[in-house]
């Protein structure tokens, strides 16, 4: 719905002022759901990555020294890159269903095509989560409290728009 005072003023309405159907608005909420999804899972991913890399610093020598074969059985340098290309891939997709959420859906396609589309997002997520590793418990507690704390938050969401 066009204003009166931008219609005077010559401007194109906002995505807040046009009228959206309940379908659309589903797939909207429906997006930001996986997205949010998306977020805990990518940073509970970085946070075993890190905490891998840090083990394997930090036991490393004393490993060489004395327990090789324990350095072995963990194998902290491979925990560390499986969960950092988990973390890496959650978040590429996290920012494929940003854009399509915020800018795609409010494009002139139709709902059926936007259906399809957020279904292949929900199959890709789906995907991810069958072929990575499983984040511990005290990484996805790490990646909760960081995000609670805004990590996942973007400087440009905070701006008031003038």
């Not at 005072?5 to 002022?17: G, S």
């Not at 309940?22 to 075993?48: C, D, M, P, Q, V």
Request: glycine share 4%; proline share 4%.
């Amino acid at each position: 719905m066009v204003t009166i005072f931008q219609l005077m003023d010559n401007q194109q309405p906002t995505t807040a002022e046009i009228p959206v159907s309940k379908t659309k608005n589903e797939i909207i909420k429906e997006s930001k759901r996986i997205e949010e999804s998306l977020l805990y899972s990518s940073r509970g991913h970085f946070a075993a990555s890190h905490f891998w890399s840090n083990f394997h610093l930090l036991i490393g020598i004393p490993m060489v020294i004395a327990l090789a074969g324990v350095m072995t059985f963990l194998n902290p340098n491979e925990k560390c890159s499986v969960h950092l290309n988990a973390g890496n891939n959650y978040d590429s997709l996290m920012n494929k269903i940003r854009i399509f959420w915020s800018i795609d859906c409010w494009r002139d396609e139709s709902e059926q095509v936007l259906t399809e589309r957020l279904k292949y997002f929900s199959e890709q997520k789906d995907k991810l989560n069958q072929s990575c590793p499983q984040i511990p418990r005290w990484a996805y507690v790490i990646a909760r409290k960081g995000i609670t704390n805004g990590e996942g938050d973007y400087k440009a969401d905070k701006e008031k728009s003038n």
